[in-house]
């Protein structure tokens, strides 16, 4: 497996859709699961932030590898460059944000 190599993983993870990408993947050592490693991240270089990578980041910081029970992959793609890190919601496909965008409805600014 080349080391330029990249994948796209789409999974479940408590009722939300995943999407990372990561140098390897492969069938797990753990029976049922797939093996995920090398999880690739923005570089944090760029002066826009995007809130939802940032989470991502956070959650799978002391992240090696990842065991992925086979029922949760829903997809896995071999890409050639990266994209945005994202969850998204499983019922509506819509992109979850860690923060709200708007304000809550029934306040007034007087």
Do not use: W
């Not at 995943?18 to 991240?41: C, D």
């Not at 944090?44 to 990842?66: A, H, N, Q, W």
């Not at 065991?67 to 460059?81: A, C, F, N, Q």
Request: hydrophobic share 35%; charged share 30%; aromatic share 8%.
């Amino acid at each position: 497996m080349a080391k330029d190599t990249l994948y796209k993983v789409i999974f479940l993870n408590h009722g939300k859709v995943y999407e990372l990408f990561a140098r390897s993947a492969s069938a797990s050592g753990l029976y049922g699961f797939v093996e995920i490693g090398e999880l690739v991240f923005e570089s944090g270089d760029s002066l826009v932030v995007d809130p939802t990578e940032e989470k991502i980041r956070d959650e799978f910081s002391d992240v090696k590898v990842l065991h992925l029970p086979m029922h949760s992959v829903i997809r896995l793609e071999e890409v050639e460059k990266r994209g945005t890190c994202q969850i998204r919601d499983r019922e509506s496909g819509e992109k979850i944000t860690p923060f709200p965008l708007s304000a809550p409805s029934g306040r007034s600014d007087s």
